[in-house]
């Protein structure tokens, strides 16, 4: 049974497309993360939603757009595509009512050619 | 603001030996939380173990064991008796105080990349 799900797994575009991955928990968690992992492997959070509300906006372009439409999907929306988008983008979520584990989807890596 | 430092981006361990993977950290929070993560070369990153800021014994998870020293603000992974699938890109993070608002997120440091030598 896959706690967190996330589709495509690889995903190759080229410059100015507009692309989407998904993000699915069941978990029955309330809050779900994005984080984007660079090409050094440094992990930084992008978006956190608590009960399809936005809690948490990093410094992120207004390119990249979230959207929750229940508890259990956190889908991540990017346009015009930058090369400087290419990288592992992860999905998580958490209970605090479970302890604060984050569970991590498996990840999907952009590239923008 | 929170920060999480790993000063040592490679380690190398014999197979069968123990290894301490460092990890400092800031926060102004009255409490926190302190994660170790382990990314295989596949990829997923798998949750090792969890240090409450209050616990008053250090965490431990079969051959994981976290050193929480809250006066130092360290918060170093021991792994004992070390696997070759052990061999990965460990990462230490932390959790905000509870706020009501309901989000974690987790504040990552940059990673120690350990290779178990057989």
């Known amino acids: 049974d896959t706690a967190v799900s996330q589709t495509p797994k690889y995903l190759v575009t080229q410059m100015g497309n507009d692309k989407s991955i998904k993000c699915e928990q069941n978990l029955g968690h309330d809050t779900m993360y994005w984080y984007k992992q660079d090409s050094k492997k440094f992990l930084k959070i992008m978006f956190s939603?608590?009960?399809?509300?936005?809690?948490i906006n990093e410094t992120v372009p207004n390119r990249f757009s979230p959207k929750s439409p229940d508890k259990a999907h956190l889908n991540l929306h990017i346009n015009s595509l930058e090369l400087g988008d290419s990288a592992v983008y992860f999905c998580?979520?958490?209970?605090?009512?479970?302890?604060?584990?984050?569970?991590f989807g498996p990840g999907t890596r952009l590239t923008v050619t | 603001a929170q920060k999480i430092t790993q000063t040592q981006p490679g380690m190398f361990v014999q197979e069968k030996e123990a290894v301490t993977l460092d990890c400092t950290y800031d926060?102004?929070?009255?409490?926190?939380?302190l994660f170790w993560y382990k990314q295989p070369s596949s990829g997923e990153m798998i949750f090792l173990i969890y240090?409450?800021?209050?616990?008053?014994q250090n965490a431990t998870e079969g051959r994981y064991s976290l050193n929480f020293q809250k006066a130092r603000k360290s918060a170093n992974l021991v792994i004992s008796a070390s696997q070759l699938g052990d061999s990965a890109m460990y990462f230490c993070?932390?959790?905000?105080?509870?706020?009501?608002?309901?989000?974690?997120?987790?504040?990552f440091g940059k990673g120690t990349k350990l290779s178990v030598i057989p």
């Open positions: 240090q409450g800021s209050y616990d008053q």
């Open positions: 926060t102004s929070d009255p409490s926190y939380g």
């Open positions: 939603y608590n009960n399809k509300e936005l809690i």
């Open positions: 993070a932390m959790r905000p105080a509870y706020s009501g608002a309901g989000s974690y997120q987790l504040t």
């Open positions: 998580a979520s958490s209970q605090v009512s479970r302890g604060y584990e984050q569970y």
